[in-house]
Structures are given as structure tokens and as C-alpha cells.
């Protein structure tokens, strides 16, 4: 399978304080890795390792087999790596069709038209239309940000993050705020868009075991900076120790 | 999307007839309206579209009028030849100081700008040798359109041929922003605005686009001092002063920043109060200061913004 | 080096003015986040109101050794206009930090023409009658006593302020509102008075320098306009929110002023946007302010 997106002996100091420790991790083709462990143990690090936002003090982050070290939200996008946050960024005034036709507009790399006209554009309306499709917000297209609801407020962050066709995308606590029994719900419909947008891997970072455990191929534990276990929910849920340092409890789910 | 322009050519009419039911001096008048609202149109693309509120565009303003007395001393009698060459004086000026303004948002840009505007008002002064210091430059009349009007004194000329010409230029320039605003630069300028963080991540190179919104409103406010040097027929420091810049601010604000048209009923409006005004009191200062107090604690939409809501509540409560 | 000398001090006398000034911008941003266009008004009509304090204490027969006291008492006794314009400037605090220099720009052009309706568009100045304090000098060089008097009171106040913030239980609070509103009000702090109180001290600074400068310069119409300026370049300088700032900025803006009277007379105010913006360029939080967010 191929490696998409890893991360190879990667430590990140931040004085004397060292957040990631020799951490060394890789998303292949076709996989949903969960990243996990309590908080403080590096996972807000790796993320923003992953995602070029922070320089490592050693060691590399690849994708694609490039170097993405510190390149910036910018050349992310332009990159193909997608990432979704966990407390909901929206653009209060534009509307879902706006926020969805932004991220279009960067894919196709039509930013610098100045005089073209947005609304005309078929190929940006036809992409919007389906990736508003996927996620459920077909007759929401016209509703400014701030009109929605935090549901669906949730939806367009990830959808617009979709709309760039990334091939690899990052969620960071996804259904957090969203209510127990919509969960699954979201998580599916998430990995179904994911499927159907052709993201070809997702890396999910969950506090929430249930979610971690129905869907990730593997499960990655960081514990104080340093890999603790890269493991299949099978194996890893079968570890009751591994779960008490994660988790911070006896017994598995 | 229609309605608006169907409102632009009746609007553009109106003002075509005026000088027929107007008395010339409120023609006079008109035409530093064209001059500001041209300017207000390339302000507004920084601060309404892009969220950069610059407290130093004067600075534009006086490069199109100092631009134009260059000119006159060259021996210049083209108008557009002047046009062309604030546009691109503007632009080259505005690339490094935008470069260097639009790492910082907020305040901090405000008073970069501030700082900035007020650094080229002091070279103003300081090279009085060559700007005239506090008396100015001269602003000569010139051929539009490579016609001279001879037979029309300075008056004739400024309330006849001049007013269809800037009223043509700010149609012109209505035009273009329109397209600039609608198009894809213009949808990542506006998600700028809303959250700059979150548009990085979606691709948007945001300190470039706000360099070119920023040379862009530079050009535009150019033009408009230009027009505004041409009227007077002197370039002036004053123009330049950083309560200028605030005066623009106002304009933009009494229209309503939010709204395309607002910047031109804005400078529209503001014109006019403030002759009306000045014939009434001499502290209109004082009443433009409390209109400008109002607007931004009750009314923050503007004039513009108050008449959507107005069409919308007459339209009936449909979404 | 007598001229030199002089020119040098003046520059101490204008960055003493200053300081008071940006001490109370700084007070005012550091606590409630507002950056006051309308600071160099506060300025002019300190000036204004201190020359007709002081012209009609001498009417009454107060003697010219009264003046120094006097243009404080003057400056204080302005501080009425504190609570209301705060409670105006309530109005936009959720709003979008536009919205305070819109309003506080619409102040401005409020107060030029209070102060063209109750002092006139001339100029105004106070005779000479300061001098009765003396000028003390070393050969050829000398510098009214006054002068002197406002730096020591300058340097006391700045001391005090820094004391107050730094040791009282009121300065701590006040340094807690700055830090955290929410938290501070969730602590039970009234912040609203805060508030109002903070804004009435930024303005009372204010008033007073402007009172305190009189003596030495007229009161005008551009004064308001004009000092905007500097009080800025001092602020970004020393950086926003800093006490200190205060201190370094204004004594830096004083100093390069006169410096560049002496060496350089062309750029003199050149010289400060240049630092200005270099300032804003290389070190936006200023000499010692917060690194921005």
C-alpha cells in the first residue's frame, strides 16, 4: 500500500520542553488512522506537525514523499492535504454556496480571475452542488454562516475542507458538540463523503473510544510524546493496560 | 442580480439630466462627488471586501492630485495621459508600503497606514522646492478625450464636458470594481475578511491578495484625487492630512461599507450635507461629528445598508 | 553646547508632556482595549481651559506662584468629561475595533468646533507670568524653573502610577481586568466601574499636560489634530499596554525631536514616522509590549 502521509523519528522541543519524542508514523492508501492519548500527550503537535504548521526540531514529515515541514495552511491546501478543526470555523457572512465555491476556486486554481464571473462559472457550481450533496446541505446553499445551525455549521467546516479534493484529510475531533446519538451518524457520513470524494485516507483525531474503535483501520496511541502503540482496534482494545494509560481506566469497551 | 444594474442606468440617467434641472452649482459640486466616490469604490474594496480599514488612503488621493500638477509642469495637456500615469505611480508606491502594511491587521494596520499617510504629507512639506510646500501646486486644464473646449471658461467647461466625463469615469470604474467584486479574487478577498484563518486553509494566499486589494484601492483612489486636483486646479497638503483619510472613512461608513453602492452614497451624501450644513452653521464639524457618532452606535449598516432593509421590510417577509 | 544643551532640554520638557499623555492612552487601551483618537482633544482642551483658569484666578488675585498647582487643578477638574464619554464609547465595545476609532474620530471633529465656539479660531496663550518661578542655568545655558518643575512632577507621577499598578490592591485588580475581563468579572469585579474610571484617569492625564504646556506654547485649533500623531508614535513605540513604553517612547519621540532640530532640521518630523513605522516593522508590540496574537 502506499504511504501517503508519515512521519519518520519526528521531535518537536519547544525549549526544554519536549512535546514529541522519535515519532515515527505513516497513513497509507485506503486507511482511517485514529490518533490517540490523554491530553498533553502530543497530539495537538503531531497535528500540526502533520499539517505544516510547525517546523520539526528533528527528524522529517513527508507526504507524498515530500517534505511538508512548516510550509503553511496555503501550501497545504495546494498540496492535497485537507484539515477540518475542531471548534467550528466558518465565514459568518458568506453563504454555504460562497464557503464551499472558495474552496473550489483554490482547487481549480481559478484565484486569480478578476474580472471572471463567480455566479456563471459552471464548473465551480456544478462541484459545489455536489460536494453540498454529499454532505446533506443541498438546500442550505443560499443560508448565510451565521444562519446555521451549529450541526450544520459542523458540516460546512468539513465540507469545505472536502471541496478542496484533498487527498488526505484531517479531522480533529469532528463530532465533538455534536449529541451522543447523532455521532455515528456524522462519523459515517463523513467517511461515505470521504469515499465518495476520493479522499483516498483520513486521519481522525478522537477522544471519544467508540467512534475510534468502530472505525479506524489503526489506532495510534501517544502517551508524553512518544508512540506508544500503532496498532489495529482489535489488538489495541484487547491491551487492558494500553487502554488504562489512554483512557485512564481499567477495562475496554 | 439584475435589479441592481437596472437601478445603476436609471441612477446613471438621472445624473446625465441633471445639469438640466440643477442650478450649476450643485453640478459644481458633483464633480468632486465622481472624484471621491471613485476613490470611496477602491476604499471600499480594502475595508468592506478585504476587512483593512486604512486610516492613510489620503495618501492615494494626494498622489493623484500632486500626480496631475507633475504633469502640469511637464507640459502634460492630455488628461488621460495624467490618468494613466497616477494609476501607475499609485500602484508602485502602494507595492512596498502594502508590503510592509498588510502582514498586520487591525489597529496595528490602521496605524501603519496613519503613519504612512502622514509621512508622505511631511515630504510634501519638506520638499517644498519642488511641491510648493503649504501653497501647493498648480493644476492646469487639460484636453479630455484630446479635446480642448476652448469657447468654455473654467466654470462652463467644469459643470459641461468635465461632468459627463467624470460621471463616464465613475460608471467606468463602477464597472470594473463590480466585476472585480463578483469574481473568484473577489469571493477569497470576502472570506478574508470573514476569517482569515480559515480561508489559508482553504487554499486562499492571503497577504497576496491583500497587497493586490491594496494597490487596487490605491489606483482607484488616484483616479478620484486626480479629478479632485483637476476641479481645484491645486494640489494641497491638506488633501493629504490624516483627518482627510478619516473623512473617507466617514463617507464609507455613512454609505454603508457592507453594500456595493454604499461608498457612492456615501460620498454623495456627505457632499451635500456638508454644503448644506456649512451654509447653515460654521460649527458643521460638530454636526457631521455627531452624525458620524450616530451612524456608527445606531446605524453601523449606513444609508445603503438602512435602504436594503427598508426594500426588504416592503417586499414582505419572504426569505 | 549651550544650545545644544537647551534644545535638549526642551526635548526632556515636550517628552514629559508626552509621557502624561501616553501614560493615559496606554492606561485606557491596557485595560479596556481602546485606542482613543480623541486623546490629542483631551490634549487642546486642557490647554484651552487652563489658560482661562489661570486668567481668571488672576483676576481674582491669585498669585502667579499659584500657576503650576493651578494648571493641575485646572487639568483635574476636566475629568467630568470622563464618565459620559466612556458610557459612549460603551456602546461600540463588542463591535469591531473599527468602530472605536470611527467614534472616537467622531469626537475629534466634535471638539474642534466646541473648542472654535467657546475659545475662538485664534490662538491662545498665557502671558508670561510663569517665569516668576525663575530660570536656573549654568553659563549659557537655562531653563525655566517651571520647565523643571513639570519634569519632576512627570517623573513623580510616573513613579506613582507605576507603584499604584504594581503594589495596590486597586492597581491589581485593574492589571487583572486588563489581563482577563471575563475572568475578572466572573471574580466579582464591577468592571463597568473600572471602566469609567480608567477612562477618566486617561483622560485627566491628558487634560493636565495639555494644562501643564501653556505656560510654554499656545492652545490652537491644529493642537488637537496634530498631537494625535505623536501620542501615537509614542505608544507604538514604547508598545500598547506598557507603562514603560510610556516612559521609553515619550523620552525616545522628545529626544529625537530635539536631536534632529540640532542635526538633522529637515527630517525632524520625519525622523518619528520613520522609527514608527521601523518600530512597527521590526518589533510590532513595541519596545515592551505584548507579542501580538
Redesign the interface.
Known sequence: MTVLLETRNVSKSYGVFRALEQVTMAVHEGEVVSVVGPNGAGKTTLVNLLTGLLDPTAGEVLFMGESIAGVGPVALADHGLARAFQLIQIFPQLTVRETISAAVVSRQKKRWQFFADLSADAGINARVAEVADIFGLGPRLEAVGASLSQGEKKLLDVASAFALDPQVILLDEPTSGVSTSDKHRIMKTLIAAAKRAGVKAIVLVEHDMDLVAAYSHRIIALSEGRVLADLPPARFFADSHLIETVIGRRGGH | ?KAPLVVAAVVTTVFALLPYFVPPYYIGLMIPFFGYAIALLGFNLL?GYTGL?S?GHAMFLGIGAYGAAVMTGLGVKSFELVLIAVILASAVIALPIGL?CVR?I???F???T???G??FH??L??FYYVTGGDSGMRVARMNILGLEFAKYNKIEFLTGPFYYYCLGLLVIGALIMW??V???????L??I???A??????????RH?RLAAFVISAAFGAVGGAILGFRVGLADPDLV???QS?QL??MA?LGGF?NFFGPIVGSLSYILLQDQLQSFT?????A???I??TI??AF?QGIAGLALQFKRLVAGRSA | MSAFANILAGGVFHAAVLFLVAAGLQLVFGVQKIVNLACGSFYALGAYFGITFIGYAAQFGMSPWLILPGLIVSGVLLGFIGPPIERLLRTIYSRDESFQLLLTFALVLMFQDVFKFIWGANPRSLDSAYLVYGTIGAGDFSMPVYNLLVILAAIAIACGLGAFLQRTNYGRILRATAENRVMAEALGVDVRRIYSAVFTAGAVLGTTAGALVVPTSAASLDMAIEFVVEAFAVVVIGGLGSMRGALIGATIVGLIRALSIVFFPEFEVIAIYVIVIGVLIFRPAGLFGRTLA
Open positions: 442580480m475595508f480599514l486610516f510592509l498586520y487591525g489597529i496595528f490602521g496605524m501603519l496613519l503613519a504612512f502622514m509621512l511631511s515630504f512639506f519638506k466585476r472585480i463578483h469574481s473568484p479574487f473577489g469571493l477569497h470576502r472570506t475578511r470573514d476569517n484563518r480559515k480561508a489559508e486553509y482553504l487554499g486562499v494566499h492571503v491578495f492630512y490624516w483627518t478619516g472613512v466617514f461608513v457592507a460654521e460649527y458643521w464639524r460638530f457631521l461629528g455627531a458620524l457618532a456608527v452606535i453601523p
